[in-house]
């Protein structure tokens, strides 16, 4: 049996997880979760609609499972928030904010979620998001629309525009076709971009 991680600097005191605005993308949450472990292994609560001020209710859980070196991305919605958690391995998650109209229009950061480091991301629409599988993971995510491939866009995970490419740590990826053919953001059309 694993030892019990000292999980002290991610979770918070009392009873509810606290959730910080990102000072680098806004509309961005990171969720510190309160995990409970012992011998047998660990508990965190992972939703609550409050921990997100203004946030819609997610009405829609997904899973996804990807073997280490996988990487998934960039992809944004025009009608769709997620919010990420990663119960199970670790990914260093990709965020690009390709929003129009937003204060924080290109700005990007990245995120280590993973067993050890029981955090909730909070991913509004229009912002570009992406992760790369540092090892087998497991990945629940809730989004506030149920699913319509319409609104599921890409952007290249490594368009040389967005000075991305060291922020997956990342040599050689697995990634889709699908996600082979995303365009550069400067090619994409102006109406498939988010306000």
């Known amino acids: 049996m694993t030892a019990a991680i000292d999980v002290t600097s991610y979770v918070s005191e009392g009873p509810s997880p606290q959730a910080r605005e990102s000072s680098t993308i806004k509309?961005?949450?990171q969720i510190s979760l309160r995990s409970f472990r012992d011998d047998r292994?660990?508990?965190f609560e992972s939703y609550r609609r409050q921990w997100v001020p203004g946030a819609r209710e997610m009405i829609q859980g997904n899973a996804s499972y990807s073997q280490a070196g996988v990487l998934r991305g960039l992809h944004y919605h025009l009608?769709?928030?997620d919010l990420w958690i990663v119960p199970?391995?670790?990914i260093r998650?990709?965020?690009y904010d390709c929003r129009v109209s937003s204060p924080t229009r290109g700005a990007s950061e990245v995120?280590?979620?993973g067993t050890d480091h029981p955090l909730g991301l909070y991913i509004p629409?229009?912002?570009?998001?992406?992760?790369y599988a540092v090892v087998d993971t497991v990945m629940t995510y809730m989004v506030d629309e149920y699913y319509d491939n319409t609104d599921e866009m890409g952007i290249l995970w490594n368009d040389p525009a967005l000075n991305l490419s060291a922020s997956w740590g990342a040599t050689a990826p697995v990634v889709s076709g699908r996600d082979r053919k995303n365009l550069p953001l400067a090619s994409i059309p102006s109406h498939l971009l988010p306000p």
Do not use: D, P, T
């Not at 629409?125 to 992760?131: D, E, N, T």
């Open 79 to 81: 009608k769709q928030a």
């Open 27 to 29: 509309g961005v949450f």
């Open 88 to 90: 199970s391995g670790l």
């Open 41 to 43: 292994g660990y508990f």
């Open 93 to 95: 998650a990709v965020l």
């Open 111 to 113: 995120h280590e979620l």
């Open 125 to 131: 629409k229009g912002v570009a998001h992406g992760y």
